[in-house]
Each structure stands twice: as C-alpha cells, then as structure tokens.
C-alpha cells in the first residue's frame, strides 16, 4: 500500500507545491513506487502549434516524482529536487499530456527515479519527453 | 551587436513562448552571447518559505538560453530546446531570481549553453541553481 | 531484421571506439532498436572492493548506445554521443556488468535512448546505473 | 590552502581510482577549490582521426571532480560519484586534454562541480566538453 494517498499528497501540494495548481498538474493515480499525473491543456502555457510548453512538462515531472518518493516513504515535505535532467523527444498533441513515474533507487538521503511524459491517447507509444529526476531526502526519526 | 533586440525577443516570446508571461520571466540584457532575464517573485509558485519554486527556475533557464542563441544567430523561431539539465543548488532568497546564460558551443545544428541562477541581491556570489541546456537548430537558409 | 550485425559492428568499433577494446566491453546481442553489452570484470579498472568503475559503466553506456543507433540506421560510422546523463545507483557486485539499450527518439538528426545498467546475475533487479545518451547523426545520402 | 596535495591524492588515487592510470590521468594542479588535471594522448583510447575518446573524457571530469571535493574537505575517500552530465561540444585536437574544475555547491551530503575540458594549447578558448559532476559525501566525524 503506498505511504501516501491521493488526498494526502494534493493537501501537502497546496503548501509545498503550489506551482502544481497554476500550471493544472494533479495526481490520478498513486501506487506503491507507482504514480500517474496529468498537466492539463492550458491556453496561457502554449508552445506554438497550441501544445503545452517545456516548463509545465518539467514542472510536471518533478510533481510526479515528489509523489513517487512519498509513495515509497510517507509525507517527507522537506525532500527537495536537487537534479533534474530532461530530453525533450517530440512536439506533444494538442490537449493533455500524462507522465509515468517510477523509482530507480531509493536510498536513506537520495532518491532517483525516471520520468516518461506521453500526449492523452497516445501512451505507451511514443514519448514526448523523458526525465530523470534526483530527490534529496531529509534525515529521517525513524 | 546581437542579431536581437529585448523588443525583438519579447515578440517573439509573446507567440512562442507564452509561458515567459505567466511566470513573470522577462530580458533584461541581450549583449551578442550574453543574455541577463528575471523571473518576478510571484506567489503563486512560492515554495514553502516563499521561494520561488523549480519550475520557475527551470523557465527562466530555457528562455534565457533560447534568447542567447537569437542574439548569436538572428530570430530563429523554429529553435527548440532538447535538453534540459538542471542542479539546484540552494534555496533561494524570498525575492526575484537572475539568470545570466553563456555559450558553450554554437554548432550549425546545436547550441549548447550554460545558464546561472541568482537570488537578487546576491549575484555572483552562491548560485541557487545551474542549467545546460541544448536547443536544436532548424536548417537555415542562409 | 537490425541494420547491423554483431560482426559489422564489432569490426567497426576496432576503428572507431577502439576504448571498448581497452575497457573489455563487447557486444552480446544486436536486435533492431534492442543491444545487450558486456564489460568484463577487469583488475585495472577496479573501485576499492573489486567492483568496476565508473568510467567503465560510462564507456559501456556509450558504446551500448552507439550500436542501438546502427542496429536502426545501418552503419553509419560518424555519429558522434553529443550528451551523456548518467545516475549511479549502486555499487556493481564484483564481477562482469551488462547493459542494455533502448531507444526514445530515432530522428533524422538526433537519436536519444536510455541505458540500464546491471551487475551480471543480477539482470532486471536492480540496476546499479542508469543513463541516457544522445548522439547525433550526420545528414544520409538516402 | 588545500585539505590536501597533489601526492596525497595521487596516493588515494593509486587506490580508489586505478582508473586514472590507465587512462593516462593525472592531476597537474591542486588549490583550495581549483583543479587541473590532464590526460594524456594514448593510442588505445583514440577516435579515428587520433583524438582522445569520450570515456577519457569523462574519466578525466570525474577524476578532476573528485580531486576538488577532497581539496575543500580533505582526503574523504568515501565520496562517491552520484551523477554526471556531460555535453561533447567539438572534436579535440590531437594530443593532451586539459581539465578544470570548480565548485557550485559544498553541501554536508552533496557536492556538485563543473568541469570544462580543453585540448592542451587551446585552454580558455573553445572548450572540448563541458560536465557538471555530483559527488555523495559520507557523513564526517568532525
């Protein structure tokens, strides 16, 4: 069972991730070590061509990947983004873009997991963007 | 002399890249290589502390490398980022945050560059984060 | 079918990435848009506790990359890597490691993939890095 | 002054980083926050056409990090390499590489650096590669 719930994660985003609602970012689903997320087609973050542009999928990768480590240890709030490294691989469709997390290590201070971004309707097939991303995590009372 | 001016790059940025305005990022130097832009501290991406948060920083990375390569090769619209890379170094000040880019290396297909984020006030001293980033070229006709 | 086999690559690779050689690296299977390679457990290029070194998981990353691009393009000697990321997760086992690549983005200027990397007996758990690499290729005389 | 010297790091090197003396690595200068290091031109590392090849290179951003870290905090011999990135930007001439390093942050757990590399002869001029480097320190008894 994940250590963290959909509720719990978007109460914790409002205070910690507020860029989450101004660039239409939400949960859809969270899993142990698995997270799902949405950005929202906006008009004010277009690319031209009427896509969404490169920050809201950065944004939107380090907001999947911030659940991810939560749903592994629970509402550390202090975990904080020390590297995020992505390519950019095709023009997203016009509308929503949804991004996959998963872990590749989970260690007592780091947490590094990847990122794949895909265009609604159009996932598992060809990406729009990949990312890795870094997690510094706090000292834990265990 | 850069092959752009601010007023130049604002228009372009104004169709192309939308997201400069909602994150309150604009120019304030275009130099031939040298490019200084701003991101306004704007509470809707704080980070708790009132920071700004990473999205924003990674805006402010993008545009002012995609206004760097303008000002070595002209208005070149068509230029997309494919790499981002980004560390975030410290928590920054509650204020404005600066970046100031430089070319690393200006190929017929690639530019590469690397851009330095600073709390206001601050500026040369302790970067709050530090970016490469890639864009690729369209062909010209030169 | 791949555009390339083993043989043809391996021939290539004396000319052209002759540090596979130095390093121990071959390759072990060639599929289209699939590569597995090996680097041999090698006592000159040990970390303290025996296992292999980063420059090794680099340099196996690299080349495991540059034949997932000629097993989709055929032969093409003048790709050249123009970026590597790469997250080490664990400290290899003493022994042999085992890459394998696969493909995010094949254009007709960049190709982009991302690379898992494990400790031989210990395929598909945990890997102990992870990278992603792009290379460029030269305009084709189709 | 630096927390240590070029033979105290060569000394560690011999040990933990055997590497260096394969790939013809070694440290050249060694102040408080300032690395150079160099490789040297080796047949069995070339590309075609005699220049050095990627893994050099990125073996010598490592080493030339590593150093870094230990001249701000002395002989730690427990840091290990957590990520690099690094963007190739031109053919190096033929003969030596060139490296030097500074620091962007000195955490209590991380310590992250840049690294640009030159081809000897043309240093301060167009650089070769370009890496940022992140390094885990473990925690110190003060």
């Known amino acids: 069972m994940p250590k963290i719930t959909i509720e719990e994660f978007q109460e914790i985003a409002r205070r910690s991730l507020t860029f989450m609602d101004s660039m239409g970012i939400h949960l859809e689903h969270i899993g142990t070590g698995e997270v799902t997320a949405r950005a929202r087609y906006d008009e004010s973050f277009l690319r031209p061509g009427g896509t969404v542009s490169g920050p809201i999928m950065m944004g939107l990768a380090d907001a999947a990947m911030y659940a991810l480590v939560m749903?592994?240890?629970g509402p550390v709030e202090l975990a904080v983004t020390t590297n995020l490294n992505i390519n950019f691989l095709r023009k997203?469709?016009?509308?929503?873009?949804?991004?996959?997390a998963k872990i590749l290590k989970l260690?007592?201070?780091?947490?590094?997991?990847?990122v794949y971004i895909y265009s609604e309707g159009?996932?598992?097939?060809?990406?729009?963007?990949?990312?890795?991303?870094?997690?510094?995590?706090?000292?834990?009372?265990l």
Request: avoid cysteine; hydrophobic fraction near 40%; proline fraction near 12%.
């Open 122 to 141: 159009d996932e598992e097939q060809a990406p729009v963007a990949h990312a890795t991303v870094t997690y510094s995590i706090p000292p834990r009372s």
């Open 71 to 73: 749903s592994l240890i």
């Open 107 to 114: 260690g007592s201070r780091l947490a590094i997991g990847e």
């Open 92 to 100: 997203p469709l016009p509308g929503d873009i949804i991004a996959t």
